[in-house]
């Protein structure tokens, strides 16, 4: 249990670092085709689950899980919060004290029809589950490295840039959301790459 405690640790502190590191860069691709607060809004969440890191990383996974999405509901504003709470809290719901690689697997694909129904979306409306979709998928095939994964998630955020926005903000833009990357995807692929290396470390 202890280790258990120890690796939920490290991975908010891998998740809180990343986010606070690129919070310009995210705020400045929200400023493209959003409201412009993407970035500052995702680090006040992380920064408020980190605050409650003790507390939050006592608890098994599934209500760690859950409690880091109620957090993210409470402190991210605009549609980011919901989105990534309902992520994460679908992530907690899912997930059994004790999981198994598969048992991820499984959950992230119900985190991710979970965000499909509340953002209602899909793949290729450029949004964070362009990042999401594709990287369950290549967990489900199998047979891949970590460092497959985290390129898989960021290759996929860049993947974004050409696609013209069907749902949230920059769906108002039209034909001009296209030639940027959907901030929600690139956060996306960020909070992958840190949960990757901190795997890579215990493995």
Known sequence: M??????????LRAIGEVIAGHAEELTSLDQAIGDGDHGINMKRGFEAVMGDAAALTSKP???FLKAVGMTLVMKVGGASGPLFGTLFMTLGKELPPEPRAGDVVKALRAAIVAVQARGKSEAGQKTMLDVLIPVAEQLEAGNLSLDQLKEKALGSA?????????????????DRSIGHVDPGARSSALMIGAV????????
């Open 158 to 174: 860049e993947a974004t840039k050409p696609l013209r926005a069907i749902r949230g903000r920059a769906s108002f833009l039209g």
């Open 196 to 203: 990757v290396d901190v795997l890579k470390e215990v493995a």
């Open 61 to 63: 996974w599934p209500d």
């Open 2 to 11: 202890k280790q258990d405690a120890e690796l939920r640790a490290a991975l």
